[in-house]
């Protein structure tokens, strides 16, 4: 690079590229045939994937599926000191574990690769190059530490921090000095003072006078690394991007991105700013808090289907806001058009509900059954283990029953090991007081369930069970049938309460509640 200023020193320099607009549309969304729409997530590992990057990676999924395009994960690390270990692999492993996974990515490759920022510098050290070479951008030698003190003096003035364009016209005779002392400064790129209008398919038409209200930005780092606003427009061009989906914040940089692009005389593509993901009460979501994390949500058994369900349940972009939609039906219902630039006021007191929904979908799908049946047998051997006192509750043809008996009253399988259903894989420890505590009449009513489960033999139903158990109490003076039911509660889960006692004996079975039944008569 600074052989490259010094060879330019010895040229005339051109006048700065002309302020017209670029990125001038129709309302199209560009989505017409022969048109490949390429889409891009780039969020930077300086952090693990949370709820507000996976609605922007979700809405870039949406759309290009919707448009049979490709969906690019690319790594903007180019900020070395930033970098946390292990978040690169963590944004790709939530995007496959979410059902989004990309089609090029760092992991996967692609015909645009690399895909991560700090092994593409040759391309941003060609295009600052170009940029020298026309006049759009110039070296700046200003120390850290003047830069440090414009920013304190602004802000001791109320002011907004800028760069004073110090090094803006320096004759070559000064950059030659400079570059003596300092071969490796840094490039800033020059801002025209008529910024580019344009069309934003979310916010409509924009212009934001960079000029007026900021200094030239810096776009090469001495160090060689380049900053968020070339980088990106470098890659957005070589990896053939269409559209622009990000979140609202890089609106106003949206000028800047576009001035780029006319130095360096290339089509943009066409821009949406998606508005803010936000807490209940308006307030931003702070990646401090730990709970908006994705692997936080999958620990605690939460369905990727219901975070994508309600992380755009309470944003805009579809017809009707409805409860319960899968992928393919968002992918179906999206249309950009109708995202708008309201915030999206996130209720995360509702994901319970939402993931009850789609667990009971997943539970009425045979294959997708079998498979919760696979990890609900995990669960409880790790949250038993050594508990067991038979094996048998390990049976996938038990475990699916309880499954199906349980879908649509609980939120999450990991509730089927809580201690509210501890009595479907261990035996309760119910003592004989705590029965004859509810009512007199104990051994008459043991002798009549057994008696009940005789008759039956193991051709139980729910149906069955609940007439046959209304007509215990029958001729039991002083006994109600409420009592019957606490009583036959206690002795077969040792709460006093849960399930309905007929869906308790139903899964359990009429061998287990013999011998339940029995053990507490006779302790």
Known sequence: MAALLRRLLQRER??????RPVGRREASLGTDAGVAVRVRFAPSPTGFLHLGGLRTALYNYIFAKKYQGS???????????????????????MLEWAGIPPDESPRRGGPAGPYQQSQ?????AQATEALLKTGAAYPCFCSPQRLELLKKEALR????????????????????????????PAIRFRLEQVAPAFQDLVYGWNRHEVASVEGDPVIMKSDGFPT???????DDHHMGISHVLRGSEWLVSTAKHLLLYQALGWQPPHFAHLPLLLNRDGSKLSKRQGDIFLEHFAADGFLPDSLLDIITNCGSGFAENQMGRTLPELITQFNLTQVTCHSALLDLEKLPEFNRLHLQRLVSNESQRRQLVGKLQVLVEEAFGCQLQNRDVLNPVYVERILLLRQGHICRLQDLVSPVYSYLWTRPAVGRAQLDAISEKVDVIAKRVLGLLERSGMSLTQDMLNGELKKLSEGLEGTKYSNVMKLLRMALSGQQQGPPVAEMMLALGPKE??????KVVSS
Request: glycine share 2%.
């Open 14 to 19: 051109p006048s700065a590229a002309s302020g």
């Open 71 to 93: 969906f690019i994960l690319r790594l903007e690390d180019t900020d070395q000191t930033r970098l946390v270990p292990g978040a690169a692999e963590n944004i790709e492993d």
């Open 120 to 124: 593409r510098l040759e391309l941003y």
């Open 157 to 184: 003035n109320h002011q907004t921090p800028r760069y004073d364009n110090r090094c803006r016209n320096m004759s070559q005779e000064q950059v030659a000095q400079k570059l003596a002392k300092d071969p490796k």
């Open 228 to 234: 968020y606003h070339l980088a990106c427009v470098v």
């Open 513 to 518: 509640v013999r011998e339940r039944i029995q």
